[in-house]
């Protein structure tokens, strides 16, 4: 893609819509097996071994043919339809209008506009807090499916009402610094490794590279609240255990590397999913905007 298609700030909220959305379809499709893996390795309380990975990662499937074992890593897949990035941007207007000069005497010009991609991108992870009801019944499908007990959505969300928002405050204290870290990681990258002033002018390599620093920075600031949530809503509907109390059992029985369970595999297998998705997203956009 050429790398001046677009001025400043020309992205159309359709275009920001189109592209994102575009892009979280293609993520779905590509990385949510590896994405049921991963939270199903958060949520084991054992320790893992060769001979217990398997059952692990496939449960009842373990010892089932190759089709039905890939296919049983696909659980909850609608409910994870709703994340994008395309809030960001528009997080990001929202400060260059009305704190630009906060930042640029706090920060300096530069760092000033640094701080803000990544000041926009945590209040986009805060702001996905609305979307937890669904989050939450994706991991249920994923690691608890026995908690629906054959109810279906629509009487779920009557019964558990707020339930579906258990574990709210840690995914806002997971979002917060994760999205931080990858949209400032990633702006940081097209600054000073590429020498970028406009980051709607990145090119799909510049932008595929920021986004490998921004996922890795991402992926292991969150990964011990990320590993607390998890636990949190895999349980089932009627067991309210605290944020506090996971903590403090994983750290009593599991010691505290068990907060980076899953961290390997998410940085080296989830890690080019949030690449890919956020590569597109960022490359996409600028170009729907010469359509919409």
Same mark, same amino acid.
């Given at each position: 893609m050429s790398p001046t298609l677009n001025v400043k700030g020309s992205d159309s909220g359709a275009a920001r819509i189109l592209g994102s959305g575009a892009s979280g379809i293609a993520e779905l499709l590509l990385f949510h097996p590896v994405d049921t893996i991963a939270k199903r390795l958060m949520s084991n309380k054992t320790k893992v071994t060769l001979s217990t990975l398997s059952p692990i990662i496939f449960k009842e499937y373990a010892t089932a043919p190759l089709g039905?074992?890939?296919?049983?890593?696909?659980p909850g897949l609608g409910y994870a339809a709703g994340?994008?990035?395309?809030?960001? =941007?528009?997080?990001?207007?929202?400060l260059q209008k009305n704190y630009k000069d906060s930042f640029t005497n706090a920060f300096g010009e530069r760092k000033g506009k640094m701080m803000m991609q990544a000041t926009a991108g945590s209040l986009t992870g805060i702001g996905e807090v609305v979307l937890l009801p669904l989050d939450a019944l994706k991991i249920k499908?994923?690691?608890? =499916?026995?908690a629906f007990r054959g109810r279906g959505v629509v009487r779920i969300f009557l019964e558990e009402g707020t339930t579906l928002y258990r574990g709210w405050g840690w995914t806002m204290a997971r979002n917060a610094p994760g999205s931080f870290a990858l949209f400032g990681a990633s702006a940081v990258t097209k600054e000073y490794l590429f020498g970028i002033q406009d980051y709607h002018q990145a090119t799909w390599g510049q932008n595929f590279v920021a986004s490998i620093a921004g996922a890795v920075a991402s992926i292991t600031v969150a990964a011990p609240l990320d590993t607390i949530k998890t636990r949190i809503q895999n349980a089932n509907f009627e067991n309210k255990v605290s944020g506090f109390t996971v903590v403090k059992d994983l750290l009593k029985n599991e010691g505290p590397t068990a907060l980076f369970k899953g961290l390997t595999p998410k940085i080296l297998v989830v890690g080019p999913k949030l690449v890919f998705s956020y590569t597109l997203a960022q490359s996409l956009i600028p170009w729907f905007s010469k359509y919409v």
């Amino acid at each position: 893609m050429s790398p001046t298609l677009n001025v400043k700030g020309s992205d159309s909220g359709a275009a920001r819509i189109l592209g994102s959305g575009a892009s979280g379809i293609a993520e779905l499709l590509l990385f949510h097996p590896v994405d049921t893996i991963a939270k199903r390795l958060m949520s084991n309380k054992t320790k893992v071994t060769l001979s217990t990975l398997s059952p692990i990662i496939f449960k009842e499937y373990a010892t089932a043919p190759l089709g039905k074992r890939l296919l049983s890593l696909f659980p909850g897949l609608g409910y994870a339809a709703g994340f994008t990035y395309g809030g960001q =941007p528009d997080f990001n207007d929202i400060l260059q209008k009305n704190y630009k000069d906060s930042f640029t005497n706090a920060f300096g010009e530069r760092k000033g506009k640094m701080m803000m991609q990544a000041t926009a991108g945590s209040l986009t992870g805060i702001g996905e807090v609305v979307l937890l009801p669904l989050d939450a019944l994706k991991i249920k499908r994923q690691v608890n =499916p026995e908690a629906f007990r054959g109810r279906g959505v629509v009487r779920i969300f009557l019964e558990e009402g707020t339930t579906l928002y258990r574990g709210w405050g840690w995914t806002m204290a997971r979002n917060a610094p994760g999205s931080f870290a990858l949209f400032g990681a990633s702006a940081v990258t097209k600054e000073y490794l590429f020498g970028i002033q406009d980051y709607h002018q990145a090119t799909w390599g510049q932008n595929f590279v920021a986004s490998i620093a921004g996922a890795v920075a991402s992926i292991t600031v969150a990964a011990p609240l990320d590993t607390i949530k998890t636990r949190i809503q895999n349980a089932n509907f009627e067991n309210k255990v605290s944020g506090f109390t996971v903590v403090k059992d994983l750290l009593k029985n599991e010691g505290p590397t068990a907060l980076f369970k899953g961290l390997t595999p998410k940085i080296l297998v989830v890690g080019p999913k949030l690449v890919f998705s956020y590569t597109l997203a960022q490359s996409l956009i600028p170009w729907f905007s010469k359509y919409v």
